[in-house]
């Protein structure tokens, strides 16, 4: 079998899977009116399946500085943050990072995806070893490939077991990367961190907490998980992305340990792409500025979230284990999920789905992402037409 | 081969035969892939479980170029003469 003939088999065995459900995947999104609404062919549908949690993709501040940059600085940087890509904005956002975390230094990269290729990549290498949750993000995956490190899973959201593994390692440990997520993408849960960091401060290790779909939606200020467990201080390296509550395209790591700067001199990641440009910098400095003011945005985005997850908790659906802004409904086969999402479409709702092996344990999930825009009504809405389907679909 | 190399040999094939369900007989040439049709994620949760048996770490990079059942067993075997 060729190189071609391979990705034909790829295609005829995702088609063999779901006949009707190509449609699903990379949907084109004609019009989009608002943070919460947008027009799919030729309805106008709710968004329930966008990042973008505290609502602020529309926010005038953060169109403002994207407009003002672009005039001052052009369309983008056309070089590498190593060369000629850093501007005063880039600087600027890594202080802002560095502030907002009273951390010592922060360090931008182009997109979220590099931010965790760039960093674990930088951190460890061959010999070294790395233990991920095994439920860990493709990004987090593949920054572990790249580095060349030993890489071993532990059982998802599981101390026990992460223990275990982790003591195995014996004096490896000294040269081990732990890697957690905030909130998991998939269910939504979230990391048992406190337990995570006393197993790292008992046997050792470097700790690293992709904040990636928390920064915004936990804690008071927004930081993410680390706040809302006041464990700030104990993880080692936190890396995040743009992408979400900040509503534009790009990544970060910040830490207290000096040696963070030394990546910017190793991680291919970092050096050989171009810098995100003025205008998606200027955005993401106004939303920043806006998620750690947003207090009342993170009101609004919870009072939806435990609302829509309570609702569907009572209809029956099976959930993730935490309410919050990512809800997932596990069903038990690709093609009653892909049945479902065809029917919130129809309803003119617009949210995920995902097959396996995209989600965990062979599970498929119809994945609602809540955000802080979203009206009572919008809400009321979509959890109202949860409950009609499930009784058509599921029971 | 050791009798630790045939207990490997014996619970790897006792594991994939209860994993896939399927009819193909599982021995030591059998392919994972083409013939059992094992994907990524089971594999990578029968890699745990291996590890727990036999209290070795086995990196999942390692895996790339196994193929077979006996390709697996000999990277189990040599993992763990060397812990």
Redesign the interface.
């Known amino acids: 079998m060729n190189l071609l003939e391979k990705l034909d088999a790829a295609a005829a065995a995702r088609k063999a899977m779901l006949p009707d459900g190509v449609g699903a995947f990379g949907i084109p999104i004609e019009e989009v009116y608002s943070a919460t609404e947008a027009r799919i062919g030729d309805r106008r549908v709710i968004l329930l399946g966008t990042n973008n949690y505290l609502g602020l993709t529309f926010s005038p501040e953060c169109i403002r500085a994207a407009h003002e940059a672009i005039d001052k600085e052009g369309t983008g940087t056309t070089g590498s943050r190593m060369a000629n890509g850093s501007y005063f904005g880039h600087r600027a956002l890594e202080r802002e990072f560095a502030d907002f975390y009273q951390c010592q230094s922060a360090i931008v990269f182009t997109t979220g995806y590099q931010a965790n290729l760039g960093t674990i990549s930088g951190l460890v290498g061959p010999g070294d070893?790395v233990l991920i949750d095994?439920d860990s993000h493709a990004s987090i995956y593949d920054g572990?490939?790249l580095s060349?490190a030993?890489?071993?899973?532990f059982?998802h959201n599981d101390p026990a077991d992460m223990e275990?593994?982790l003591r195995?390692?014996g004096s490896r440990i000294e040269t081990t990367l732990i890697i957690a997520e905030g909130i998991y993408s998939m269910l939504g849960d979230q990391a048992p961190l406190a337990e995570i960091v006393r197993i790292k401060n008992e046997y050792g290790g470097i700790l690293l907490l992709d904040e990636a779909h928390s920064l915004g939606v936990l804690g008071e200020t927004g930081q993410g998980l680390v706040e809302k467990v006041g464990l700030l201080r104990e993880v080692d390296f936190i890396t995040g992305t743009f992408s979400k509550s900040l509503c534009s395209i790009g990544g970060f790591c910040v830490s207290n340990h000096p040696q963070l700067d030394q990546l910017r001199y190793v991680s291919h990641p970092y050096i050989f792409t171009a810098s995100p440009s003025p205008a998606t910098i200027a955005s993401t400095r106004a939303a920043l500025e806006l998620l750690r003011k947003g207090s009342h945005l993170r009101k609004q985005l919870w009072d939806n979230c435990t609302q829509l997850y309570a609702r569907m908790q009572e209809t029956g659906y099976q959930l993730g284990p935490d309410p919050g802004p990512v809800i997932a409904a596990i069903l038990d086969t690709p093609q009653q999920a892909l049945l479902m999402w065809k029917s919130l479409l129809e309803h003119n709702i617009y949210v995920n789905l995902i097959l396996?092996?995209a989600a965990p344990?062979?599970k498929s999930l119809v994945r609602c992402s809540v955000n802080a825009a979203h009206t009572p009504e919008q809400i009321k809405y979509v959890g109202d037409t949860f409950a009609k389907l499930y009784s058509t679909i599921i029971s | 081969m050791s009798e630790s190399y045939d207990e490997i040999m014996q619970l790897l094939c006792d594991r994939l035969s209860s994993m896939t369900n399927s009819s193909v007989q599982v021995t030591a040439d059998t392919n994972l892939i083409s013939q059992l049709s094992i994907d990524s994620i089971k594999l990578l949760n029968l890699i745990m479980e291996i590890e727990d048996t036999f209290d070795v770490s086995i990196p999942i990079n390692a895996l790339a170029d196994v193929q077979t059942v006996r390709q697996l067993a000999d990277l189990v075997q040599k993992i763990k003469s060397a812990s």
Do not use: H, S, V, W
Request: proline share 11%.
């Open positions: 070893t095994g572990c490939i060349g030993d890489i071993i899973r059982k275990k593994r195995r390692l396996p092996p344990e062979g």
